[in-house]
T-cell receptor
Framework: DTGVSQNPRHKITKRGQNVTFRCDPI?????LYWYRQTLGQGPEFLTY????????KSRLLSDRFSAERPKGSFSTLEIQRTEQGDSAMYLC?????????????FGDGTRLSIL | KQEVTQIPAALSVPEGENLVLNCSFT??????LQWFRQDPGKGLTSLLL?????REQTSGRLNASLDKSSGRSTLYIAASQPGDSATYLC??????????FGKGTKLSVIP
């Protein structure tokens, strides 16, 4: 059990560029979540996958954001035409499907800075 | 919409002291509540998950309690150590497997 892995750890880009983050969940965890955390705040839910199906999306996930989880394994989160307000830590979590009361395990996040 | 409040926002205690962190939430229809710690620049480490049917959950020096009807949870840390210094976050799960987080309590344990 190697934990949730996120890449890259840091991303610095110019406003208007597209960025993509990757998340590798704990093996055999079929639920995967994306959250966003800004400085001094708790994480906010963005979206949730069960296997390859995206089952829930927050209003925070604008048209510029898209998430995928092909084959129900790793997931990617893409932000198009980045804006200053996108600067944040993007966190991925995974959990087991065994029952409803399984803890979510988080990765170390990808910190995005928009210049 | 679920709202989560954590009090105090920051806490500084001498090493060895017992302490309590408070969490309140507005929607009592939750499945469970998780407590996490977050070190600077890092992700979240899960500490305890307490199910809605439970009143308490313990792990080592940590004890979490849940009063679902009043929308409150507490995290008790016994015999605090400098290594406990971190931000502690509570997060109830109220459906769709979404966690709603408070802003956290920043704990500093002074040697």
């Amino acid at each position: 059990d190697t934990g949730v892995s996120q890449n890259p750890r840091h991303k610095i880009t110019k406003r208007g560029q597209n960025v993509t983050f990757r998340c590798d969940p704990i093996s055999e965890h079929n639920r995967l979540y994306w959250y966003r955390q800004t400085l001094g705040q708790g994480p906010e839910f963005l979206t949730y996958f069960q296997n390859e199906a995206q089952l829930e999306k927050s209003r925070l996930l604008s048209d510029r954001f898209s998430a995928e989880r092909p084959k129900g394994s790793f997931s990617t989160l893409e932000i198009q035409r980045t804006e200053q307000g996108d600067s944040a830590m993007y966190l991925c979590a995974s959990s087991s499907f065994r029952d409803t009361n399984q803890p979510q395990h988080f990765g170390d996040g990808t910190r995005l800075s928009i210049l | 919409k679920q709202e989560v409040t954590q009090i105090p926002a920051a806490l500084s205690v001498p090493e060895g002291e017992n302490l309590v962190l408070n969490c309140s939430f507005t929607d009592s229809a939750i499945y469970n509540l998780q407590w996490f710690r977050q070190d600077p620049g890092k992700g979240l480490t899960s500490l305890l998950l307490i199910q809605s049917s439970q009143r308490e959950q313990t792990s080592g020096r940590l004890n979490a309690s849940l009063d679902k009807s009043s929308g409150r949870s507490t995290l008790y840390i016994a015999a605090s150590q400098p290594g406990d210094s971190a931000t502690y976050l509570c997060a109830p799960e109220a459906g769709s497997y979404q966690l709603t987080f408070g802003k956290g309590t920043k704990l500093s344990v002074i040697p």
